[in-house]
């Protein structure tokens, strides 16, 4: 069985990154700069977006954090992505998701410049994403492909299984598997919550991508001999004995899963780092197409 080491291809994706920003700044031009929204005081996002603002300035872009209390209206969040839409000076940015009830989180990704949407949530980057366009592919399924790119995954002609349809992960996962390119090329099957015989389906599967948010949801015995096993679940458990109180587990029951498997990726370490890493391709991406850089 082969752990599939998510911490690790972030850190050599950073560093290439890096150096690319390091070419840039040689030939005299600004790095890249990614904005990050945040609104309210939630745990988990204020740690994700600190995570992204610091893995930023690791490899030399430049990073504007900006931040506003809950009390913020629809409207006013809907002026400042508007600013940061026509600002030259930034070439991607992202308002953390979720959003306090009364603001519509649609009505927020709609309003971001589609050429600056380095999360890949506006409808424009995914239908353009579903018909194999240029365009952003949201951080978490992107940071999947590279990691079945990178450890020489096959994907073509296989049965690949997705649990769960959410616009984030599940969904936009099924169509980059199913299309004609490399990895892709897989059969897909996505399954969700009214999906009858789950456990049936899983065991054809030659790769099971399992984004459902239940701890220990995939058991061994809805896994084949040799499958290849992506998890994706971060759910945060209650666990006195860390400082942080609690921890973060899986959707794969991952001490009886990885028996089976030929590769299967851990929670923490496996898709988990490889989010931001996409975030930050993503923003070299959109600089390079704003300054028509190969
Ligand atoms: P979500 O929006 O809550 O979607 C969950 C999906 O799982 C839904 O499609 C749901 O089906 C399906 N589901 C729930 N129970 C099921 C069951 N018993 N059998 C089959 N399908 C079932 O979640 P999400 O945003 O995709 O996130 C999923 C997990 O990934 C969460 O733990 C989240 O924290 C994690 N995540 C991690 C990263 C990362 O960077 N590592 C990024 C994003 C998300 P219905 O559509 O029928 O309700």
Known sequence: MVLIDGKQTAADIKEELKQEVDSLKNNGRRP??????LVGNDGGSVTYVN???????KIGFESTLIRFDDSISELELLEKVEE????????????????????NDRNITLAIDPLKDVDGFH???????SLGLPSFISATPNGIMQLLKRYEIETSGKHCVVIGRSAIVGTPMSILLSRNSNPGNATVT????????LKEICLSADIIIAAIGRPHFLKADMVKENAVVIDVGTTRVEDTSRKSGFRLMGDV?????????????????GVGPMTIASLLMNTLKAYKRRFNIA
């Open 32 to 37: 890249p700069h990614l904005a990050a929204v």
């Open 51 to 57: 995570a992204k603002v610091k893995a930023c300035q």
């Open 84 to 103: 940061l839409n026509k600002d030259n000076s930034i070439d991607g940015f992202i308002v953390q998701l979720p959003l306090p009830k009364h603001i």
């Open 123 to 129: 409808p424009e980057n995914v239908g353009r994403m």
């Open 190 to 197: 996505i399954t969700h919550s009214k999906t009858k015989n």
């Open 253 to 269: 029951d991952f001490d009886n899963v990885s028996a089976k498997c030929s590769y299967i990726s851990p929670v923490p370490g």
